[in-house]
């Protein structure tokens, strides 16, 4: 006879793993932010630039977005200081993460 699976204890554990990735995404879209120089604009720039980029259906500007994009990434330089040098202790907590500053992964 098989042992019953314990859903609550199944429950919680993914609850808490999606807890995780939503606070790691949060975490990487604020890498992004600062890696690109973003973090310059006040909050009503940012926030009224990225709902026209959401609202926006033009296929050529947002594939001329997306190159540029990878430009950033594949250029490998960054406009400004990156997160691990503006915050130490911020450097020490992410040492062993095998994620990158910019939280370019693809994995959102």
Known sequence: MRKPRDFDTELKALENKARELKTRKVQQLGELVIATGADQLSTDELAGALVAIAETKDAAKREAWAKCGLMF????????????????????????????????????
Do not use: D, H, K, M
């Not at 490998?76 to 691990?84: C, H």
């Not at 939280?103 to 959102?108: D, E, F, M």
């Open 73 to 108: 990434f594949e250029s490998g330089s960054r406009r400004i200081a990156s997160a691990s040098q503006r915050n130490p202790r911020s450097a020490q907590a992410q040492s062993g993460s095998p994620q990158s500053p910019a939280g370019s992964s693809g994995s959102q």
